[in-house]
């Protein structure tokens, strides 16, 4: 019988030319699914695989249709961690868990491509290009103003390899940068060449205010309607990192009733964004599909580290093992 792998959310269609499938040999059979697959199909569609791959929160895997995975011997993941994925359940039942990423924890090539797109969405919304682009397709013309980034502050939640990435193009252009994160010390901002803050500093100082926080217990609903009202009222909130750091009603209040003034998401809570979302109703919030890792770069190295990891797996030998 072959070893049937499944590859999910491919959505661009693109995962068959980034990495050689082939090499898993001819008694794999390698299946991709473009679109989206219900959490109610989930179970019923992946049935019959043996090695079920996930493009990091894109599909969630817990208990209820794990369980219902009888085949199921190795997961993949990419990325080092996976929110969605109930790996505690994996342990029990004994399927092999593994991921991709740099072996010295180093930044990978999404790296540069998240960074790059929350500063696309910081100067889309402070530049107000989405916004004027509809003005002029309407017929319009320089409807508001657009701010400076220069002399602004920019304030980073979390100082990883993903914050520490927006610190240069900030000061390129003039901006004081300021950090906050739980575990942050004095020693670390200093290090970065920025000056550490509290959270309450962090939310009244900050221009914009950009997150780069890994989702978990501690940091899921980590910014309320009560610590968006902090926040200056023509301040801008980028969230390039996970839709449930912040409390998405609260935004969607917070936007609406201009307790902030803008801003700039590529995550959210439900993914892909459904059709007629709120989100989707406001002109003073710029939205992207999680582009934040996805790039030819990232996916090449990703997709072929997933071939590697079922091709040890496949020997005996399994690699990058989560958990």
């Given at each position: ?62 208990r ?27 342990r ?73 990435a927006?610190i ?61 009202a ?91 093992t989560?958990?």
């Open positions: 019988m072959p070893t049937r792998v499944a590859v999910l959310d491919d959505y661009q269609h693109r995962a068959s030319g980034f990495a050689d499938w082939a090499r898993l040999g001819p008694d794999a059979e390698v299946v991709f699914f473009h679109e989206p697959i219900r959490q109610d199909d989930l179970a019923g569609t992946l049935a019959d695989f043996d090695v079920v791959v996930l493009m990091r929160e894109r599909t969630a895997f817990r209820p249709v794990l369980e219902r995975l009888p085949r199921l011997k190795l997961l993949v993941t990419t990325g080092t961690r996976n929110a969605s994925v109930d790996d505690a359940y994996l029990e039942a004994g399927v092999v868990y593994c991921g991709t990423g740099r072996p010295d924890g180093g930044p990978t090539p999404g790296i540069p491509s998240t960074a790059e797109v929350a500063w696309a969405l910081i100067l889309a919304a402070c530049k107000r290009v989405a916004a004027e682009d509809r003005a002029i397709r309407g017929g319009n013309w320089q409807l508001d103003l657009p701010v400076n980034l220069a002399g602004a502050t920019l304030g980073l939640a979390g100082l990883g390899h993903l914050g520490s927006m240069g193009p900030a000061l390129a252009f003039g901006m004081n940068v300021i950090a906050w994160s739980q575990n942050l010390t004095d020693e670390h901002a200093a290090s970065a060449g920025v000056r550490r803050v509290s959270k309450a500093e962090l939310l009244a100082g900050s221009d914009v205010l950009s997150i780069h926080l890994v989702l978990s217990d501690r940091t899921r609903g980590l910014f309320q309607a009560a610590d968006l902090q926040m200056k009222r023509t301040a801008v909130l980028v969230n390039t990192s996970r839709g449930p750091i912040v409390d998405e009603q609260a935004l969607i209040e917070a936007l609406r009733g201009n307790t902030i003034a803008a801003a700039g998401l590529d995550v959210y809570d439900t993914e892909p964004l459904p059709p007629g979302h709120p989100l989707t109703t406001l002109d003073n919030v710029v939205l992207l599909p999680h582009l934040g890792y996805v790039s030819e770069a990232g996916f090449r190295q990703m997709y072929g580290q997933v071939v590697e990891d079922i091709a040890a797996f496949l020997a005996g030998s399994p690699i990058r989560i958990g």
